[in-house]
């Protein structure tokens, strides 16, 4: 399964229902091109009364993942979503707040939610840029 905003957003509804209650608000979807970062959930700013703006969610599209993976990914950044707009404060993007809510998902529900991705175990999709092509662009190479 390759990310695109189509998954990412019907996986998102189910989830959002499934998970979380149905309180997060349907925020903006991104894919990145990333073969370093699966996920990131953003938002521009906080208005005056603590609503987020601008909230987005971006898997990465580099990966050919199997479902199990890629629903941990987004279920991942859907747990930072809930806690940033709870306004649980952690002291780290995966403190107590963070780790109690991944334990509490994946102990209620069978889920498989990781805290850090090993992308040694993930399968590079058909046509995405081999590694030497970010270490020549963006790195200086010898």
């Known amino acids: 399964m390759v990310a695109n905003i189509d998954?990412?957003?019907s996986t998102f509804m189910t989830f959002n229902e499934a998970y979380f209650g149905g309180v997060l608000?349907?925020?903006l979807f991104g894919v990145l091109?990333?073969?370093?970062?699966?996920?990131v959930f953003e938002y521009r700013a906080r208005t005056w009364d603590?609503?987020?703006v601008d909230p987005i969610?971006?898997?990465?599209?580099?990966y050919d993942m199997d479902e199990e993976v890629f629903n941990g990914i987004l279920c991942h950044e859907m747990i930072h979503y809930y806690l940033m707009y709870?306004?649980?404060k952690d002291r780290s993007m995966h403190?107590?707040?963070f780790k109690k809510k991944v334990k509490q998902l994946n102990e209620k529900y069978g889920l498989n939610i990781p805290t850090f991705i090993d992308i040694t175990d993930l399968k590079?999709?058909?046509?995405?840029?081999?590694l030497g092509y970010w270490l020549r662009h963006f790195y200086i190479m010898p």
Do not use: E, Q
């Open 124 to 130: 590079r999709r058909k046509g995405a840029p081999l």
């Open 86 to 88: 709870l306004h649980f």
């Open 95 to 97: 403190g107590k707040w």
């Open 50 to 52: 603590g609503d987020l």
């Open 25 to 27: 608000p349907w925020p």
């Open 57 to 62: 969610i971006k898997v990465t599209d580099y």
């Open 7 to 9: 998954n990412i957003a």
């Open 33 to 39: 091109h990333s073969y370093r970062t699966c996920g």
